[in-house]
């Protein structure tokens, strides 16, 4: 039998997670983990647009806080949506 690309089958690492949203403290180590990677580029595009490290600095800072906490949320949100479930 073949298993699905995406499907969760036995080797997939998304088997028997179907219709579980995650636990909470899941999602916030994702959106920390991902803001990590995407905040590297706001400080280098900030001072590129500004020419200042001083304001390159505190945007970059606030971009973090404000993005977590919206990837957050909408990652939350997303649990209550049914689009690709079974």
């Not at 073949?2 to 997939?12: C, E, K, L, T, V």
């Not at 803001?35 to 973090?64: H, K, M, N, W």
């Not at 990837?71 to 997303?78: M, V």
């Amino acid at each position: 039998m073949r298993q699905r690309r995406n499907g969760g089958g036995p080797s997939s690492p998304f088997a028997g997670r179907r219709g579980r949203p995650g636990s909470r403290s899941r999602s916030i180590a994702k959106a920390v983990g991902w803001r990590i990677v995407g905040t590297l580029d706001t400080p280098v595009l900030s001072y590129l647009f500004t020419g200042s490290a001083v304001v390159a600095g505190p945007v970059a800072s606030t971009e973090t806080l404000t993005k977590t906490v919206l990837y957050d949320l909408q990652e939350r949100g997303w649990a209550f949506v049914p689009l690709g479930r079974a």
